[in-house]
Every structure is written in C-alpha cells, then in structure tokens.
C-alpha cells in the first residue's frame, strides 16, 4: 500500500478504499463548514450554483489537457466572486441572474468537453468517482480542505456576527463585504475540492444536509458547525462502506447517508426531549 | 441654545440630506459630550434614521460635516468606542446562536474580528450579560426567549466593547412595560457605572423619560434642543404620544415661543 504507512479495517482495508476515506474525509469535514454560514444566509443552493458554473471549468481543463480540478477551482472562483458581487448590490432579483450563470456554465462545459479530442467525460466531474482517486488527488483535496479549515477557523467568529446583523457588524468595523466575498470564494473552492468526492451536481447536498442533521440537535452556533462536521464525516465513512458492500455509487452513497442521517436525528431528538417527532418540514424552516 | 462642549463624542454641523427631490434633514446640527443621556426624537418620517445611519457612517451626508470621537463616521479606527442597537432584533427565527455567542460578537470590534477571545473578553460579556440581568439566560438559544429579552441581549451584545457612546434605535417600540422598567434599569447602569454618553433615537420615550438630561426634537431640521424641563415648562409631558410633540412644538416656534 504506496502512502498508506497504516491497515484499517473493513472496508478500508485497501489502497483505493483508504485514499477515497482520507479525500472523503477532508470534503467531509470542510464542506459543511462553509455551509452552516450559507444556511444562515439562506444561500443554500449556492454551492447546487456554483458546481454548475463549475462544469464549465471542467470542459475547459478537458479541451486543454490540464487538469479540470485547477480549472474548475479559477472558474468557480471568478463566478462565485461576480454572484456575490451582483447579490450585495441587490441584483439578483427573480434569480434570474442566476440562473443565466447556471446554465450558461452547464451548458458551456458540455459544449467544451464534446470538442476535446481524448477520451476524457464529463462524468466523473458532475457525480464523483471517489474509489479511482490518486494518491495526487488526494493532495489537491486535503490542501483545498485544510485552507477552508484555516480560512473558517479564523473567521467563524466575525461570520457569525455578520450572519446576525449586517448593519451592526458594518458599523463595528467588520469588513463584512470582504468576509462575504471569502464567503463566496471558499464555497468556490468547496467544489472543487469535493468535484472527484461527491460530483459538482451532488456538492451543495454535502454542504447543507448536514447543516439540516446538526440543527436538530446542537443548542449553539459552534456546536451546529462542530456538529455538523462530525455529520459529514460519518456520512462519507457510512457512505463509502454501502458502496464498497453493494458496488453503489459513492458519491449518491455519500448524499445518502447525510439524509439517513438527518432523518434519524428528526425522528430521534423530539423523543429524547420527550414531545412527538416534528415533521421534516417543520424541522427544515426552524421554530417558526 | 447650548454651549459646544469641549470634546464631544458626536458632533454633527450643518448636516444637509434629500432622497431626490425629497429634503430629509436641513442644516442639522448636535453636539453629544462624554455621559450625557439625550433623546432624540420626532415622527416617523422625521429624519430620525437618515440622520441615525449618517452618524454611523452607512451613508454619507450631502453637506455638512459629522465627527465621532473627533474623526470622520468612515475613518474611526476604534470602532468599538460607538455601541449601536437596532431598531428591532432582525434575528433569523432559526438562528442557532446561544444568547452569550449574540453578546460576544458585540466584543469582536474591541478586540479585532480575527483575534481568539481572552479571559478579559469574556468577563466583558458576562458583564454585559449581567447589566440586563439575562446573566442566567447565557446558554439559551437567543430566539427562545421573548421579544423584549431579545431586546436587551441586543444592548448587552452593544455594551460588550464597552463603548463611549451608545446609540439606541426605538428600543423600547413595541415592548411591554416590564420589559422598559428593565431596559431603563440597564441604561441608567452604564450611564453611572461606565460614564458612557447615550443617544435614544425613538419616536416615544416611554419609562427612561424621567432619567434624560436633554431632548432634542428633529423634524427634518432641529426644533428643540434642551432640558426635558424646559420643554415641560412649555406644557408639554414627554410622557404624552411624541408623535404630537414636534408639530406642537412648531406652533410654538411659530407663536414667537421656545
């Protein structure tokens, strides 16, 4: 086992199954991360957003023979950056702004990918192909995830003063434009960190569901993101063992666990506080 | 008309403010000294917030000139010495924050935003906590407790920097009069413990009428600026509905009176 100075246990008791667990874990963790901030500001699918501009990145680094990962990154980066540009100045109404970066981007990496010459798909990009990942892969994954880590550990605090009140933190001081515009970057580097892991078109799933998972239960803002961490970790190990034990899909595995996930924590937490369970959708909209 | 205090906290000169064609504010002018306790009101629609959001650098006046703490709303580096509560906790229904983790986010503009908070910063907080006596609620998720406790950890949150003035948008509209007994209990707490000045932006004064030194009414420009005294010895209470107060007090102005 190349890299792998350690054995685990079933399923991970081989190569591609130990690489897919450490670039599912970094994923795992790191993407719910980013998304607790976006729940809150009811931009939960942003990330559904901005993996579709993504693709185009994807076409791009397939015509070009680079590597669509970095190409992606550029490219989500720059939307992502222009998105939160048109969203602090109010226009974006009706989404239609939106959907014209959405589909633009689907559609411009569709178009790209068709007019490379290699054998190269579009594929593995828009549902995750965790099991085949390289051991370079993996590299490019921990860095992007260990950046949203820094990134989030530095500025949660300042996060959540801006996700209480704009208006108060603008006149506090906070650079609340610039940490909306970080905001929006590292949703960005999100998905491309996640594209071999989950697929950009099952990227936001990972950054919200456990968000949903966590809100059930945790009674603080640290522990919904703590908590929600944990819930995209365990959802990637509980994920990539049904693929591995029923040749699934892992990327729809991974998704999959999360709603098990929030479906056993909204029947669970209601009965532990000793009321009937609530319904999800109920759950889903808070308190009120 | 007052003296200009020798370093004030706000001053405000000759403000000017129009939404198009719309004038808001007209040559508006205010000086705040260090532990003063002022009121500032006048109708809806009197320019109260315009001039509210110039103060706080949000928006830029069209003339005149605006120093907090000697220096220009945008360019005030300390920006923890202005304390700001909004008109109304605007706090997301299913916002998963603990009353503490709302209050501590106040100590981010004292501290630095980036900075890992101190045993220091946390005594703020808890102090803060104590002076609206919702010390005991810390743990709570902030949007389970009423609208008038939201209130006051919206001041606490405000009170965290300990800041040299604290400005209150309409705190008390729309709270019952237990809730305003407690939030005038916390004002008159920092006014004597800290020796923080006060502005009260608000179109009723409600409980803390007794306790204000100075009143200042705006309708767009400044009709009165004084003591409550004075305003009372001209027959008007500031206990009655305030939105009565400036067109009466025009009236006067207009009688060769004020």
Same mark, same amino acid.
């Given at each position: ?288 | 008309?007052?003296?200009?205090? &020798?370093?004030?906290? #706000? ?39 315009? #001039? ?7 928006? &830029? ?27 109304? *906790? ?26 890992? *908070? ?26 389970? #407790? ?12 405000? +009170?965290? =920097?300990? *800041? ?6 309409? *705190? ?18 920092? +006014? ?9 932006? =608000? ?29 009372? &010895?001209?027959?008007?209470? +500031? ?20």
């Amino acid at each position: 086992m190349p890299g792998m100075p350690w054995s685990l246990p079933w399923p991970f008791d081989t190569t591609y199954m130990q690489l897919a667990l450490v670039a599912g874990v970094a994923v795992g963790v790191s993407a719910p991360l980013i998304g607790t901030f976006l729940v809150q500001k009811r931009l939960s699918l942003i990330g559904d957003g901005i993996g579709h501009v993504a693709v185009a990145g994807v076409g791009a680094g397939l015509l070009f023979g680079t590597s669509p990962v970095w190409t992606a990154l550029v490219v989500a980066v720059v939307a992502a950056l222009a998105l939160e540009w048109l969203r602090s100045r109010g226009r974006t109404s009706g989404d239609l702004a939106l959907a014209l970066f959405f589909y633009g981007g689907i559609a411009a990496g569709v178009v790209l990918a068709g007019r490379s010459t290699t054998n190269a798909n579009l594929q593995p990009y828009l549902f995750g192909s965790i099991l085949t990942v390289t051991e370079n892969d993996v590299y490019t994954v921990l860095g992007l995830g260990a950046l949203i880590v820094l990134a989030i550990a530095i500025t949660w605090r300042a996060l959540v003063a801006v996700s209480l009140d704009e208006e108060s933190a603008r006149a506090a001081g906070i650079p609340v434009g610039a940490l909306n515009a970080l905001l929006a970057a590292l949703t960005a580097v999100t998905v491309a960190a996640a594209m071999r892991v989950t697929g950009v078109l099952l990227i936001a799933a990972l950054m919200v569901l456990p968000v949903a998972t966590s809100r059930v239960v945790a009674r603080s803002f640290r522990a919904t993101i703590l908590g929600a961490a944990v819930v995209g970790v365990v959802a990637v190990v509980l994920g990539l063992a049904a693929a591995r034990q029923w040749a699934l899909a892992a990327g729809g595995a991974i998704v999959l666990a999360t709603l098990a996930l929030f479906a056993a924590a909204s029947i669970a937490a209601p009965l532990r506080r000793g009321r009937a369970p609530e319904d999800a959708a109920t759950l889903l909209s808070g308190p009120e | 008309m007052r003296t200009p205090a &020798a370093n004030p906290v #706000l001053s405000v000169h000759g403000v000017s403010f129009a939404f198009g064609a719309q004038r808001v504010l007209e040559d508006v002018g205010l000086e705040i000294s260090p532990g003063e306790f002022t009121a500032l009101v006048g109708p809806n629609g009197a320019g109260k917030s315009t #001039l509210l959001r110039i103060v706080l650098g949000l928006l &830029a006046p069209q003339t005149g000139r605006v120093e907090l703490f000697g220096s220009s709303p945008r360019r005030l580096a300390d920006r923890w010495r202005l304390g700001y509560v909004p008109q109304r *906790p605007r706090l997301a229904p299913d916002l998963p924050a603990t009353v503490e983790e709302v209050v501590a986010a106040g100590r981010l503009a004292k501290r630095g935003w980036w900075r890992r *908070p101190r045993a220091d910063d946390r005594t703020a907080v808890m102090h803060a906590l104590e002076s609206v006596a919702l010390g005991e609620l810390r743990k709570q998720r902030v949007v389970e #407790l009423s609208g008038g406790q939201q209130q006051r950890v919206l001041i606490a949150k405000a +009170l965290a =920097s300990e *800041p040299q003035l604290l400005i209150l948008d309409e *705190p008390i509209a729309g709270v019952d009069a237990q809730a305003q007994r407690l939030f005038r209990d916390s004002l008159v707490h920092l +006014l004597r413990e800290h020796g923080a000045a006060v502005l009260l932006v =608000s179109h009723e004064l409600g409980a803390v009428a007794d306790d204000l030194e100075r009143v200042v009414v705006l309708r767009h420009r400044v009709l009165f600026d004084g003591k409550p005294a004075d305003l009372s &010895a001209t027959g008007v209470s +500031l206990g009655v509905h305030a939105d009565d107060l400036p067109r009466w007090l025009e009236e006067l102005s207009e009688n060769g009176g004020s």
